[in-house]
């Protein structure tokens, strides 16, 4: 795996921005991007020393509040699997300004924490972000555009993490480079277009014609039977 160049929890503000202006980044950046603290979580390996025998002192850190010293030494005990805590321990699930409120009020978990509210060049930055919960959010998403452009990997440098915390198991998924334009696909061979195939209908059969109507016969004219001739006088008078 390689280097790690994050700072350490239990650095001074002065040792913690040097490692912040090495990247580019000011104090305002430092100050604002610790402030992602307000949500997650910390193992008690970070912050047990401040607990019972500060920098070898015997006793617990000075600048940490007493109630949060007992709670956190119930959460941690003589674990031996290095439980965590909360850095923000008011609005512990929200992204908020709390964590400002937290650390002026001694209740910073981590020693850098703490010391972002004493020093005198950061002391100032969290008392604003404190008391402006929108000037914070505006500062701290310039700060991340800011980090986003530190040490670009591009090309088959690096990987894309399916971890953040580790590195991928078997091959690395490369990350694209945006230099390199991507093969035009090649068109495929357009289909032939697919005729139909239709039944021919059956032929239907003709119905049987109806046999021709055959007329009748035309009745034959009667004759007119021919006039009687009339009877002569001679005649008439034999039937007399």
């Known amino acids: 795996m390689g280097e790690v160049n994050l700072p350490g929890p239990t650095l001074t503000v002065p040792e913690a921005l040097q490692s912040f202006t090495s990247k580019g980044l000011n104090v ?31 006793a617990p850190d000075r600048s940490m509040d007493p109630t949060l010293v007992a709670k956190l030494r119930r959460i941690c005990g003589t674990n031996a699997n290095d439980p ?16 400002y409120n937290q650390i002026r009020l001694r209740r910073g978990v981590m020693q850098i924490d703490q010391e972002l509210a004493s020093d005198t060049s950061t ?11 929108g ?20 090309g088959n440098a690096g990987e894309i993490r399916q971890n953040c915390r580790v590195v991928n198991k078997g091959k690395p998924q490369q990350p694209s480079n ?21 039944k021919p209908k059956k032929p239907t059969t003709p119905s049987k014609s109806k046999k021709p109507i055959t007329p009748k016969k035309p009745k034959k004219p009667i004759t007119p039977t021919k006039p009687k001739k009339p009877k002569t006088k001679n005649q008439a008078s034999k039937h007399k």
């Open 28 to 58: 305002n950046d430092m100050t604002t991007l610790l402030g992602g603290h307000t949500v997650g979580v910390a193992h008690c390996s970070f912050f047990q020393d401040r607990l019972s025998n500060f920098q070898g002192t015997g």
């Open 84 to 99: 965590t805590a909360f850095l923000d321990q008011n609005t512990s699930f929200a992204f908020d300004n709390e964590y």
């Open 123 to 133: 002391a100032g930055i969290v008392s604003g972000f404190a008391s402006n919960p």
């Open 135 to 154: 000037g914070f959010q505006r500062s701290f998403a310039n700060a991340m555009i800011k980090m986003g452009s530190i040490q670009v990997l591009v």
């Open 178 to 198: 945006p230099g390199t334009p991507k093969k035009p696909t090649t068109p495929g061979k357009p289909k032939k277009p697919t005729t139909p195939v239709l």
